[in-house]
């Protein structure tokens, strides 16, 4: 017995499912249908509810190992292991496209990308543009190209930055327990459950283990991290057993037997109070009566209709402040994350989206800052 009693799941639309290695390569070979079928259905289950999921998978050297049919030797150099990365990563993908009938898409990613601005924005379209196309984004790490990206309990990290990048409300990880204990049930009888976590607390940390598994790189403590990370941008995090197909049964229905972390605070919130406070580039994007009015009164994104010029040397994903000029001077009005560079908003300045391309020589979209990335003075 688990100790765990079920309880009900707040609602949810979307969400990202984090998968380790040891629930795709359960007996320490290749990739095996034994656990992840269930989590597929639970998946599938979601799908047909109206519900979006991301997920992220490891699985890729350990379904490369299969195919070298060799282990790295102890110490092995960094290029062995992108090697069986990189055999690996076709694998995968088929593996999971196995158990849909939508499309699955590979999406590579660095903790580097994740960082840049403008390549965050970049992943940050592709994603959403995959979820209005009703497919199924699988997440990796690009190891083939990472320097250091394979330390311990990285894919936990990159899921809880990815719940941040689509606008998840939960974080599903799946583990190879039950949920969180007090103590690591593994080595103490008396190890209770931990059904809901109102707010992560040094002692929960400290108690949580290392790594729990030969075939995976993390333990209980980065998915711990990982939840906190989470929970700072407003996303809530579920643990749960992934080797138990009742557990994935329930989750399915919204009934959880595991552990549910909160979030520090509502997405929204989390959202507003980091484009309120992030540093600002020099200069700024200034804009006509229309489009101050349709920003203020309305709400609505900035378009190149209404900017009547840019000035300093901001790039694509940098914050930027949106400045109202007119006959009684300047005002600052918003600021926000501007798809645009400031060299380009002069050339698209006053013109209408559509010529935007043919201006350009390409587009990231009709507006200058969307109404997702822009809050008000």
């Not at 359960?26 to 109206?50: D, K, M, Q, T, W």
């Not at 496209?97 to 990308?113: C, E, I, S």
């Not at 984004?137 to 894919?155: A, M, Y």
Request: glycine share 10%; hydrophobic share 45%; net charge neutral.
């Amino acid at each position: 017995m688990s100790g765990f009693t079920e309880q009900q799941l707040p609602p949810w639309r979307r969400a990202v499912l984090k998968v380790g290695s040891s629930l795709l390569a359960a007996n320490g070979g290749g990739l095996s249908p034994h656990y992840a079928e269930a989590i597929a259905g639970f998946v599938a289950a979601s799908h047909r509810a109206g519900r979006e999921v991301v997920i992220v998978s490891s699985g890729a050297v350990a379904a490369g190992r299969a195919i070298a049919h060799r282990q790295p030797a102890p110490g092995a150099a960094m290029a062995e292991r992108q090697a069986l990365a990189a055999l690996g990563q076709a694998q995968l993908m088929g593996f999971w496209q196995g158990f849909f009938d939508r499309p699955v898409a590979q999406v590579l990613l660095t903790h580097d990308d994740l960082r840049n601005r403008r390549r965050y924005l970049n992943a940050r379209a592709t994603l959403g543009e995959l979820l209005r196309r009703s497919a199924l984004p699988i997440v990796n790490e690009n190891d083939t190209v990472s320097v250091d990206e394979l330390k311990l309990g990285d894919n936990d990290t990159l899921a809880a930055i990815v719940a941040a990048l689509v606008d998840a409300e939960v974080l599903f990880i799946a583990t190879d327990i039950d949920g969180l204990y007090d103590a690591d049930p593994r080595t103490d009888r008396n190890a209770k459950p931990v059904e809901v976590v109102a707010q992560l607390s040094a002692s929960l940390l400290a108690v949580a283990g290392g790594a729990g598994s030969s075939v995976g790189t993390g333990g209980m403590r980065t998915k711990l991290e990982a939840a906190q990370r989470a929970a700072a941008a407003g996303v809530a995090t579920v643990l749960f057993n992934g080797t138990r197909a009742d557990v994935l049964e329930g989750l399915a229905r919204d009934r959880l037997t595991g552990t549910r972390i909160h979030a520090a605070r509502s997405r929204l919130a989390a959202r507003k109070h980091w484009l309120q406070n992030a540093p600002a580039e020099p200069g700024g994007i200034f804009v006509d009566d229309g489009a101050a009015h349709a920003v203020i009164e309305k709400g609505a994104s900035l378009l190149p209709g209404g900017v009547l010029d840019a000035q300093g040397d901001f790039r694509r994903g940098d914050m930027v402040e949106v400045r109202w000029r007119n006959e009684r001077g300047e005002q600052r009005i918003a600021r926000g994350v501007s798809q645009y560079s400031a060299a380009d908003i002069r050339r698209i300045a006053r013109r209408h989206s559509r010529d935007i391309e043919a201006t350009l020589g390409y587009n990231y979209g009709e507006t200058i800052i969307h109404r997702d990335d822009l809050t008000l003075l």
